[in-house]
């Protein structure tokens, strides 16, 4: 069963970096896209992009391009979505999830989600 | 503003049967799949239909979608108390080459 683990809950200060992982299963890892999904407190749900981990081939949303960087590690299965300076306006949960191309909406399974809280 | 729109919210005496619609454009829904995806309180979503109407193995059959043009809607039947849960419609937009997703149900089991 493919299952996706994400790293623990952050609390950061506006202008800090920061980087969460979500860990596959190695057998899986290459044969998947990655996708990342934002929900701000109390709101939707956000697509943000997509890597795939075979080739680090991404997409991103427009919304969230140039403002965070969507990453793999292969050795690792590990995706990453890191922020080099974070805003208030991050705070959110974040979740990764399997998709089936880099467009598709088909997200399957999901991780536990990473909450985000960005505050000074 | 979301790309697909939802109605907020939705409400049924379990036993009922509740639609959940989905409206989009020619760039989404009516010329991409759609999927829906169940978000218990606390929880991460959950996906609940793909590719229009099909089910992932373990979604009870009292879960269906269809879609009609740029239309889409989810449909319970035989509601349940643990059907109480958001909601979302999500597809690939041609023009924003992106996912867009509707701004989600809010289904309450009275």
């Known amino acids: 069963e493919v299952q996706l683990v994400q790293s623990g809950a952050e609390v950061k200060k506006p202008g800090e970096s920061l980087k969460i992982s979500c860990k596959g299963s190695?057998?899986?890892?290459?044969?998947?896209?990655i996708g990342w999904v934002r929900q701000m407190p109390g709101k939707g749900l956000e697509w943000m992009g997509v890597?795939?981990?075979?080739?680090?081939?991404?997409k991103y949303s427009p919304s969230v391009q140039g403002h965070v960087t969507i990453s793999a590690d292969k050795s690792t299965s590990t995706a990453y979505l890191q922020w080099s300076s974070l805003k208030a306006s991050d705070t959110a949960m974040y979740y990764c999830?399997?998709?089936?191309?880099?467009?598709?909406?088909?997200?399957?399974?999901w991780g536990q989600g990473t909450l985000v809280t960005v505050s000074s | 503003q979301s790309v697909l729109t939802q109605p907020p919210s939705a409400s049924g005496t379990p036993g009922q049967r509740v639609t959940i619609s989905c409206s989009g454009s020619s760039s989404n829904i009516g010329n991409n799949y759609v999927y829906w995806y169940q978000q218990l309180p606390g929880t991460a979503p959950k996906l609940l239909i793909y590719r229009d109407n099909q089910r992932p193995s373990g979604v009870p059959d009292r879960f269906s979608g269809s879609k009609s043009g740029t239309s889409a809607s989810l449909a319970i039947s035989g509601l349940r108390s643990e059907d109480e849960a958001d909601y979302y419609c999500?597809?690939?937009?041609?023009?924003?080459?992106?996912?867009?997703f509707g701004g989600g149900t809010k289904l309450t089991v009275l």
């Open positions: 890597i795939y981990p075979g080739d680090s081939h991404t």
């Open positions: 999500a597809a690939w937009d041609d023009s924003l080459s992106g996912v867009v």
């Open positions: 999830a399997n998709s089936d191309s880099s467009s598709s909406a088909w997200f399957d399974p």
């Open positions: 190695r057998d899986s890892f290459t044969s998947y896209w």
